[in-house]
C-alpha cells in the first residue's frame, strides 16, 4: 500500500491538527470532486483539504506532499483503465464496526464532494440510483459485532462503492474536445 493510502497516517495527521473532519471523509470528497468531473490544481486541492480536515492547524510540509500524493494517486486510479481504486479506509485489522463507520464517512464526503461541482448534463437513472445508495451507506449505524456475516457484508458493500465510482467517473467526465485540431476548411 502507498503511503498516499495509509489510513493511520492520515488518521494520525487528523488527530495532530485537532480536526473535526475524518480521513475516510476527505478521500471521499476529494474522489467525489474528481468523479464529479473537477480537476484542482495542487494549491487549490490544499485549501480544500485543510477546508475538509477543519483542523486547528496548517498541515506541515510532509502532510502537504502527502496531501497532493493522495489528490495525484486518486485521479490516476480513477483515469486509469483497471479497477484499482483504493479508498482511504481502515485496514482489515481495524474492528468492523470503525471500517463501516470509515464507508459511511467516505460515501458522505463522496456526496459533499460531487454535489459541488456543476455539471452541463443530468445524470442518468442508473448515476442517480448510485448517489442515493451512497446517502444511504453513509447513515449507517456502526455497533457492528465481530462477525463473518458482518465481514462479508461489509467487504461486498465496499466493493459496491468502489465500483459504482468507476461508473460515476466515466459517466461525469467532460467530452474531450479535439482544440489541437485546425479547423475544417471549406475549399
Known sequence: MSAAFDYDRFDQLFRQLGAAGYPAEL???LVGRLSAGSRLDHGTWLDVAREVIDGRGAPGEADRI???QLYDSSLAQLAGSGFDLQLLL???EAPIDQRTQALGQWCEGFL???????RERALSEEADSVLADFA???QVQSDLEESEANEVDFMEVMEYVRMAV?????ECQPAETSQDQPPASLH
Open 27 to 29: 478521500h471521499g470528497h
Open 66 to 68: 502527502l496531501l497532493i
Open 90 to 92: 481502515p485496514d482489515d
Open 112 to 118: 459533499g464532494g460531487f454535489g459541488l461541482v456543476a
Open 136 to 138: 444511504a451507506i453513509s
Open 166 to 170: 468507476l461508473m460515476l467517473f466515466s
